[in-house]
């Protein structure tokens, strides 16, 4: 998998421009996504807010299921780029982190990046020790 500065200087500027058609008019806050597949391929998603709060659809999770929309096969995403602004690092919610726990590769990278401050990147594993899953798996 490639170093979290390869994967900035990759995937910033998609995930910066996906998250400028975010709908977000309650938060304010504008989200960009971008998932790399197996074959180096690029999905990207924003977050689009609904005025019942819990219906919200997150950029990382719209970005996966491009990936798979796309013909990516659960198990070989390699990582996912978030780009948010108003944050000094926004890290997926607990809901992004079960789906990226179950769709993406196990040594896959999330990174976190805004406008004024460092990258942050983790492990799946780092970012969601025991996630849910299927019982045997």
């Known amino acids: ?3 979290p500065d390869v994967l ?4 910033l500027p998609e995930a910066r421009a996906v998250s400028t058609r975010a709908w977000s008019p309650y938060s304010g806050v504008r ?3 971008v998932v790399l597949g197996g074959e180096g391929r690029t999905y990207t998603g924003c977050n689009v807010e609904s005025a019942s709060y819990g219906l919200t659809q997150c950029a990382e999770r ?16 390699g990582a996912i780029l978030i780009f948010a602004t108003g944050f000094e ?4 919610c ?8 179950e769709l993406m590769s196990k040594d896959a990278v999330i990174v976190a990046c805004s406008e004024q401050h460092a990258p942050r990147s983790w492990t799946i594993t780092e970012l969601f020790p025991d996630p ?3 019982q045997g798996s």
């Not at 900035?8 to 995937?11: A, G, Q, S, T």
């Not at 607990?94 to 726990?101: F, P, T």
């Open 8 to 11: 900035v200087e990759k995937l």
């Open 94 to 101: 607990g809901a992004c982190r079960q789906v990226i726990s």
């Open 31 to 33: 989200v960009g996504a």
């Open 62 to 77: 719209n970005a996966l299921a491009a990936a798979i929309a796309g013909g990516e096969r659960p198990g070989h995403i």
């Open 89 to 92: 690092t926004l890290s997926p």
């Open 1 to 3: 998998m490639e170093s």
């Open 132 to 134: 849910f899953s299927l």
